[in-house]
C-alpha cells in the first residue's frame, strides 16, 4: 500500500471506533455554523451591497480607510 491510502485508512479507522469523539466533533461543527452563519447574519452587515458599480464601491472603501476624522 501507498502512503496515502495508509493514511486515509489510518484516518478513517479512527474515526470509524470513535465514541466520546464523534460528540466532540458534533459540538465543534455547531460551534463553527454558529462562528461562521449566525454571527455574520447579525452583526456583520452587507453594507457594500447598497452600491452598483465596482468604483462606488472602490471610492466607499477608500473614503472609509482614509477617513481622518475618527
Known amino acids: 500500500m501507498n502512503i496515502f491510502s495508509r493514511?486515509?485508512?489510518?484516518?478513517?479507522?479512527?474515526?470509524?471506533?470513535?465514541?466520546?469523539?464523534k460528540t466532540l466533533w458534533i459540538i465543534i461543527l455547531i460551534k463553527l455554523f454558529?462562528?461562521?452563519?449566525?454571527?455574520k447574519l447579525f452583526f456583520f452587515?452587507?453594507?457594500l451591497s447598497q452600491f452598483k458599480t465596482e468604483e462606488e464601491k472602490a471610492s466607499y472603501i477608500l473614503e472609509q480607510l482614509t477617513d481622518t476624522t475618527k
Request: no cysteine; net charge positive; proline share 4%.
Open 7 to 21: 493514511i486515509f485508512h489510518f484516518y478513517y479507522n479512527g474515526f470509524r471506533e470513535m465514541t466520546v469523539g
Open 34 to 39: 454558529i462562528i461562521f452563519v449566525i454571527l
Open 45 to 47: 452587515p452587507r453594507t
